[in-house]
Structures are given as structure tokens and as C-alpha cells.
């Protein structure tokens, strides 16, 4: 009885939990420049506290652009292992938590809820830097336990976006990686990368690095609404064409393939991309777990209300009745007729324009080595 009771709780919560987010989202306005206007609660929430707008002052209630925060973290580890089979790699280095880029579709926006922030608009201004990552990687690096593998840099958020201008963590990073011969692949859609291509052009030569670059959209407007905060399509591609001229190895990513609304471009970025030069290109579907589920079904209510429920149909059709199905091997990439033709669609895109499968380089472990140190045991000899 007492179980039944605690269940009938437990969905009561949930149904209030809900309720409060779809309320939340009915009086949310889109804010140029940033990808959603939702504080969207974090699952872990306790509480949720409703405002009567008869008690606060009009001018308080308009939405307004929020100015990006950071906060500076001394991290305890730098290094995360994972035994995901969908991914090419178990090590990861993330410098940063939350990204100014706002893609309001983000699979990484779920993390906030850790931090007992907004998935929604605080993941895209309440930013956190690890501002010792680069000493805590080297220290990781050169401990006796640890056995070289390559290292996946900036996963969960990009390693590239704005805030790095100036702290140049990432930059840090690679600058140990080198040092080390620690093999590194990263996934970026920003121009910033640019910026290290000295660094990267060494790494390459040495068989240390691999770039993947995420191409979402050639289409402008959609970028601006989709991931406000980030190059245009036709950019990336430049940066594709950079890199791949310094000798530096470069995978596509079409990610994500979102139904009836960039789904149609898929063979024009295959195409696009294999005339600048990319040696691979991979999709992913799009991905809505957890707190991402709705965020975006108002991102689609508030900029595609005509088509926003054939979009959900679709999304349902290839996860098994759902919005989001998080087995491995079918969340990358859904299942059913619709993922089917997806995949044909893509495998033949890319067969056309001669483009690999391959999802990673093959980076070289064997250059591992500790450097030494002044004050290091005969290092005198």
C-alpha cells in the first residue's frame, strides 16, 4: 500500500513538474542571438516557484538579452572514460561546462541540471571554464597508471566556442597533448579553430590529430534561429578547406538530420563538402533526451508552427512511438522506414561524391612519452 501510495506521488510531482514547464514555455519570446528563452527547471529540481505577474513591475516581465557569465573552476580530474559503443573514443577533456553557442537541439544541455542550473537558457550564459585543465591534463598524462589512447576534446560542449578567445584553455591543452605525442580528435564548428593552426599543423605531421567538423544547415536563417551563436554553414566549409590545406585530417558531420527542416540538405552538404576537400563525412539524428525533448518542441511551436506536430510525428516514428530512445546502436541513427531512408539516402550521397566511412584518422600512440623536467632523477645524463 505504502508503494502505491509513494508512486501515486511520485506522478503527481511529475505531472505538476510538467504542467509548470508547459505554462513556462507558453509565455516564453524567442531572444535574438540565443537559441531558447526558457529557464526550463533541471530534472533534479526540488521546487518550482510560479511568479504572479500582478507582483512584478511590467518592465521586469519583457525579455530581455542576458549577458553571458563565467565562472572559474579549479577542476579535480580532466580526463573522462566512457564505454559508449556509438562513439570512436573512451577519453574525454571537456574545458568548459555550458556553451554560448545556444543549438537549441544540444544533447549536452541535460548536464546543467548537475550544476542545478536551466538546461534552457542558463546552459548558453551561465558558463563554467576549468581553468587548471591544462595543468591537471599534463599532471593525468604523466602518471604511472596512465596508458596512451586518443583523447576526444571539447564532446560534451565545444572546445572552440566564444569565451576561448580569450581564455585559451583549449589552446593549453593541445599545446601538453604536443608535448606529450598525445593523439587528439576534436569536434568544433567555429572558426576559432583557425587560431591554433600552428599548433595543429605540428600535431598533424606527427599523425597526432583528427578535426571533425559539424555542418548542420547551408541555410542562413536557420542557422540563426537553430545555433544562433556559431559560424554560418558556408564558413564551416572554409574551415574545412583551411585545414584540409594544412595537411590536417578532416571528417563532416551532418548533425543532426532534423525531419522537414534540414533534412533535405543532406546531399547538397555531402556534395559541398567533398568539393572542399573533407575525407569523411558521418550523420547523427537528432537526439532529445531528457530536458532537450521540450526545449525543443517550443523552439518548433514558436518558429515552425505549421509543420512543428508533423516534425514530432516523424521524430516518434524513428524512436519507437517516443521522442527519444537512448539504446546504443539505434539513438545515433532511430530505426523504421523513415531512418531507413535517411541512411540510404546519405550512404548514397556519400558514395557518389567518393567520400570515406572511416571515423577517425588513425592517430599514433607510439609517440607517447613523458618529457622530462628539470630536477627530474639523472636528468643530469
Known sequence: MIGVEKT????????VYWNAIMSDFSANKPIKGRGT????????AISLVEVDENDVPVEALETSSPKTQVRYE???????????????????????????????????????????????????????AK??????????????SYR????????????????????????????VCLAYGQPVSLITKSTLILRDLDILTEMAQKRLVH????????????????????????????VIKALREAGIPVTVLVAPVIPFINDHEMEQIVE?????????????????PHEVAPLFEEWLIQHYPDRASHVLQR?????????YDSRFGKRMTGEGLFADIINQRFHLARRKHGLSDERLSRLDCYQFTVPAKAGDQFSLF
Request: proline residues 5%.
Open 315 to 323: 521524430i516518434m516514428d524513428m524512436r519507437g512511438g517516443k521522442l
Open 8 to 15: 501515486a506521488n511520485m506522478l503527481y510531482l511529475y505531472t
Open 272 to 288: 559541398a563538402s567533398a568539393d572542399i576537400g573533407a575525407q569523411s563525412i558521418h550523420y547523427i539524428m537528432l537526439r532529445l
Open 148 to 175: 596512451c589512447e586518443p583523447i576526444a576534446l571539447g564532446i560534451n560542449t565545444d572546445a572552440y566556442q566564444p569565451i576561448e578567445k580569450q581564455l585559451e584553455i583549449t589552446r593549453q591543452l593541445l599545446s
Open 211 to 238: 578535426v571533425a567538423i559539424s555542418v548542420t544547415t547551408l541555410d542562413n536563417h536557420l542557422k540563426r534561429i537553430l545555433e544562433p551563436r556559431t559560424a554560418s554553414g558556408k564558413t564551416r566549409l572554409q
Open 131 to 144: 581553468v587548471n585543465a591544462a595543468a591537471l591534463l599534463e599532471k593525468e598524462l604523466a602518471h604511472p
Open 37 to 44: 528563452a526558457s529557464k526550463l527547471a533541471g530534472r533534479f
Open 74 to 128: 579549479t577542476a579535480k580530474t580532466i580526463i573522462t572514460r566512457n564505454n559508449s559503443p556509438d562513439i570512436p573514443f573512451t577519453l574525454s577533456v571537456n574545458p568548459y561546462r555550458g556553451c554560448e553557442h545556444g543549438c537549441v537541439y544540444c544533447f549536452a544541455r541535460p548536464s546543467h541540471a548537475y550544476l542545478d542550473l536551466s538546461p534552457g537558457l542558463d546552459f548558453e550564459t551561465k558558463l563554467t
